[in-house]
């Protein structure tokens, strides 16, 4: 199982990224994929998530009417579109796979990682 983030860059605030998180391998495990992000000196913080059986959506609510996590199932990938970036919003973005039919926002629910892709939000 391999999970593949990309998209972060350097954006000033008020711009906008997508990211992308490809996944192979056993994807029909993975009923809930999140995205979550770790600023320097900070814990690994919940970002979004969505569920496959309904396309159901969770937010932190830091970005909620800014942020928005979609998937292609043809294509096992999962987005997050981010608008209106603050320099809040600057971590390391990484993307992450549950095999339970519950979306959680704790990390130690998720059971495979990507790599992270770097945001970084200029003022």
């Known amino acids: 199982v391999q999970l593949q983030a990309s998209g972060g860059g350097l954006v000033q605030a008020g711009g906008s990224l997508r990211l992308s998180c490809a996944a192979s391998?056993?994807?029909?495990?993975?009923?809930?994929m999140g995205w979550f992000r770790q600023a320097p000196g900070r814990e690994r913080e919940f970002v979004a998530a969505?569920?496959?059986?309904?396309?159901?959506?969770y937010y932190t609510d830091s970005v909620k009417g800014r942020f928005t996590i979609s998937r292609d199932t043809a294509k096992n990938t999962v987005y997050l579109q981010m608008n209106s970036l603050k320099p809040e919003d600057t971590a390391v973005y990484y993307c992450a796979a549950d095999q339970s039919v519950f979306i959680s926002t704790r990390a130690s629910a998720y059971d495979y990682w990507g790599q992270g892709t770097q945001v970084t939000v200029s003022s």
């Open positions: 391998g056993r994807t029909f495990s993975f009923y809930v």
């Open positions: 969505i569920r496959r059986s309904d396309d159901n959506t």
